[in-house]
């Protein structure tokens, strides 16, 4: 009878854990596909990265390598990941592609919210605190801002957060398996972004502080075949390219966002409020900041939860430290975050020494991220029909481009829309792919000299744009396209003209 019991307990509970991860699961996915909705619908004209990196996949399918073919200013793990959906849309179109591609990350955010509460249960922090952090992952600003389509942010935690549930139980058990493991999904996740480099220093390092060498080991070697099997073909066809685009690059951009404007943004006090003047958001920061030494205090009081805490730190170090800043970074700190949410609710709960009234006055305290993240994704999805998304006229301007052969753009986005990517990729076509990338490198200036202001960039652009027949610009503010470049694009006269976009001809 008593084993009878159990089994219906054990029964029972896996059912209730089921339900809880479903429903982070249903709650993360629709906030996503709200914002993408209210972005302008599925088929919108996508942010400038998406679709460089859907362009990267397709070049890869035609044979186009990066770094030595295009510009590509990350690791090659995203290329590789996209290359299906590129494939999907070269056999039907590249918009169909496309919208496939950002379904699909969109649902790799859900399946990283579900992972969340996965791993605070492995961690022994209960079904509630779990689905606390679950939550957290799935409505924070942070994280949906991020994740309604394709980034390298949620690829890269998908990575991390299996190296986490790896790691979790490599510390239980003292197995060389999964330590393997743990290594192998960080190195991919180094290979998506180099700011998971970080992580995986710092679970190395907490390997190393449990003198656990068997484990150390078998991590290492993990982490190396990752990198391996991902990087080395692409390094091979050009080293000095790849290294140049990655490492010296990225570590080279112009310094963009000061460290009280990233923590406002991490704090989501930007994404609710535009323009927060300096004294609110000092005060602003303040209170969370206390709130945090809250959290703080009671995720310290489970051991198993200790290690995130100090992850969380470093990737905020990352944040704060790195060149570049856009709001989207966040969601690199995001499951890391979402766990220490999880252990505080946790420790407030087990409780401890401290007196049950004095606990009560905390609750709180404690309850504030989670209020703050439930609000702040209504301030998201606001947010998100102002970014620069907007519906594309692409099938009625690609009626007037006819037959005509390869058409130029300063984002892909405009070429997956107007459905003729892969077909220029195919007639051979140049294509830069990253566009604005090549003044991080090629086209560089020096540090914060602007774009219009280049001479060797406005020379090269042009020239790029007029190798083709016909020229779309739909960021030229962004691209740094000067006025006498934008006259020169002009005189070819206009080809078609539909909802403020312009498709201009070349003439020779």
Not at 199 to 220: C, D, I, N
Not at 322 to 350: E, K, M, Q
Not at 433 to 456: K, L, M, Q
């Amino acid at each position: 009878m008593a084993d009878a019991s159990s089994a219906t307990r054990l029964s029972a509970l896996r059912a209730g854990t089921g339900r809880a991860e479903a429903a982070v699961f249903a709650v993360a996915l629709l906030v996503r596909l709200a914002v993408r909705l209210s972005s302008g619908g599925l088929t919108a004209l996508s942010t400038y990265d998406p679709g460089v990196y859907y362009a990267a996949g397709d070049a890869l399918t035609f044979g186009r390598l990066p770094y030595r073919d295009f510009v590509f200013l990350h690791p090659p793990a995203v290329i590789v990941v996209l290359a299906p959906f590129d494939w999907f849309g070269r056999l039907t179109s590249d918009l169909a592609g496309f919208v496939a591609a950002n379904l699909a990350f969109a649902l790799l955010g859900a399946l990283n919210a579900v992972l969340v509460v996965r791993l605070a249960r492995h961690l022994g922090l209960g079904t509630r605190a779990a689905v606390a952090g679950g939550l957290t992952y799935a409505l924070w600003f942070g994280s949906v801002g991020a994740e309604y389509g394709v980034r390298l942010e949620p690829l890269g935690n998908l990575f991390a957060l299996l190296g986490l549930l790896a790691f979790a139980r490599a510390r239980a058990t003292g197995a060389r398996r999964p330590a393997l493991w743990c290594g192998a999904a960080f190195g991919a996740a180094s290979a998506v972004k180099i700011w998971w480099v970080v992580p995986l220093v710092v679970m190395l390092g907490w390997l190393l502080a449990g003198r656990r060498s068997r484990q150390v080991g078998a991590f290492l070697a993990g982490a190396a075949a990752a990198l391996v099997v991902i990087c080395v073909p692409f390094f091979l066809a050009a080293p000095r390219q790849m290294f140049d685009m990655v490492i010296t690059e990225q570590l080279g951009r112009n310094i963009t966002g000061a460290p009280l404007v990233r923590l406002a943004e991490l704090s989501t006090l930007r994404p609710a409020i535009s323009h927060p003047s300096q004294a609110l958001t000092v005060v602003w920061l303040v209170g969370v900041a206390a709130v945090l030494v809250v959290v703080c205090r009671f995720a310290l009081r489970e051991a198993a939860a200790r290690p995130f805490l100090v992850l969380a730190g470093a990737q905020l170090l990352v944040l704060l430290a790195a060149p570049g800043w856009f709001g989207f970074y966040a969601d690199y700190l995001a499951p890391a975050l979402a766990i220490t949410i999880a252990a505080a609710v946790a420790g407030y709960r087990h409780g401890g020494a401290q007196p049950a009234a004095s606990r009560r006055r905390l609750l709180p305290v404690l309850l504030a991220p989670l209020v703050i993240v439930a609000l702040t994704t209504g301030a998201a999805l606001v947010q998100a029909t102002r970014a620069d998304q907007h519906a594309f006229p692409g099938q009625r301007l690609a009626r007037a481009l006819g037959g005509r052969g390869c058409v130029m753009s300063d984002a892909p986005g405009a070429l997956i829309g107007l459905r003729v990517l892969s077909r220029d990729l195919g007639y051979g076509c140049a294509n830069w792919i990253d566009v604005s990338g090549r003044t991080y490198g090629a086209d560089r200036a020096g540090r914060n000299v602007p774009r219009r202001a280049n001479a060797r960039w406005q020379r090269d652009l042009l020239a790029y744009l007029r190798s083709g027949q016909a020229i779309i610009l739909v960021r030229a503010h962004a691209t740094g396209v000067a006025p006498g470049t934008m006259r020169a694009i002009r005189a070819g006269g206009v080809l078609a003209r539909d909802g403020g976009y312009v498709i201009w001809r070349v003439r020779r």
